[in-house]
Structures are given as structure tokens and as C-alpha cells.
């Protein structure tokens, strides 16, 4: 079992910037890819960033790609989540997640955070 938990939503203007942390705890984090995805109200989850297992790799969605970076920090079993330039559609609660393998797919992720909202106003 590997619990996360996540931390670091608020409140922003529009071109403001937000960094999100996901604490992990119980199995080695190290053997786990990230990510992170995001859902808005009346939205399916969707895919923001994911990270391998050494921070070597890492995949955007387009809507984010340029804005937000993704990283980890093995000695500390933390994920993060910088976000920058942040618009109002970027307004959901954000999900971390760990897979053995990073990906897209909300259905390749095992294990999920409960979430921290972020909310951008215009």
C-alpha cells in the first residue's frame, strides 16, 4: 500500500502560480511513476503530469504543457506540482497518484491521494 497525501490548493488570480506537494508514505516511493490529474465539477478526471520513477521522464497534457512542471524528490517521498501562469480553467481539485508505470490513463494509476482544490479567479 502506498497512502498519499496531498497539499498546497488555494485560492489564485489568474497569472498567478500554485505548487502543489503529494507526501507518500508506506512502500519504497522510489518504485512508483506520479501523477498527477485533475476534475472540475460535472468533469471526468484528467490527465495533468506524470513523472518516472528516477524524474528522468516526464508528459503534459497539452492544456498545461509550458505552464506547470512536474518533479520529485525521492529522499523526501514527495511529488510536486509547480504551477504557473494559472487561468481560470484550471480550477479542480488535483489528484496525486502512483503507478508502476507512468502514464495518462486514470486506470493505470493504483493508489490516489484525496485531493487538494485550486481555484483560479478572473
Known amino acids: 500500500q502506498v497512502q498519499l497525501e496531498e497539499s498546497g490548493g488555494g485560492l489564485v488570480q489568474a497569472g498567478g502560480s500554485l505548487r502543489l506537494s503529494c507526501a507518500a508514505s508506506g512502500r519504497t516511493f522510489s518504485n512508483y511513476a506520479m501523477g498527477w490529474f485533475r476534475q472540475a465539477p460535472g468533469k471526468e478526471r484528467e490527465f495533468v503530469a506524470a513523472i518516472s520513477w528516477t524524474g528522468s521522464s516526464t508528459y503534459y497534457a497539452d492544456a498545461v504543457k509550458g505552464r506547470f512542471t512536474i518533479s520529485r524528490d525521492n529522499a523526501k517521498n514527495t511529488a510536486y506540482l509547480q504551477m504557473n501562469s494559472l487561468k481560470p480553467e484550471d480550477t479542480a481539485g488535483y489528484y496525486c497518484?502512483?503507478?508502476?508505470?507512468?502514464?495518462?490513463?486514470?486506470?493505470?494509476?493504483?493508489?490516489w491521494g484525496r485531493g487538494t482544490q485550486v481555484t483560479v479567479s478572473s
Open positions: 497518484a502512483a503507478a508502476r508505470f507512468p502514464g495518462s490513463s486514470v486506470a493505470g494509476y493504483d493508489y
